[in-house]
């Protein structure tokens, strides 16, 4: 749902020649049935999450307040280039997806990895026997050939 507010958003501000908050606010009630619907607070912690992420230039200017005659300091909000780059490839939500084919890739190589290593494992404990049968059989072939040598040189007897 968040990344679909920040997508929609950043489409909006694709399109949109207002640059005030409360401007943004207004006309994105007007033209975007999914922005309608958003809280004033979220949509505004939206547009300042944009513009962390560099998608959205913020820009202000310090004025004096008309009424109270206080100082106030008035922001403006563009979408960057890179936002117009991002948002035209998919945005957040596009980002998501490719995060999620990332995870889901990693996961099933760290599987693979896990039943290399297990089938690792086997072989090498398969080989440890084998080593063992080889190296038994080689001490039987080796005594029943000392014998053998032995009887020859009669030292042995039958």
Known sequence: MENKILDELLKY???????????????ANK???FLKNIDNAILKSALLKLVKDGYVNQNSENTTDQLFDTPRTNYFYNI????????????YENQNRENQKKENWNN????????LEEQQSSN???LVL?????????????AYYLIEI?????VLKT
């Open 13 to 27: 501000l694709l399109e949109t020649d207002y640059d005030e908050f409360a401007h943004i606010r207004n006309d």
């Open 31 to 33: 033209k975007s049935d």
């Open 80 to 91: 960057s280039f890179e936002g117009r780059v991002f948002i035209k490839n998919g945005g």
């Open 108 to 115: 099933e190589m760290t599987e693979r990895q896990n039943a």
């Open 124 to 126: 090498q404990f398969q």
């Open 130 to 142: 084998l080593t063992w049968v080889i190296a038994i059989g080689t001490l039987v072939a080796a």
């Open 150 to 154: 032995l009887k020859f040189f009669c």
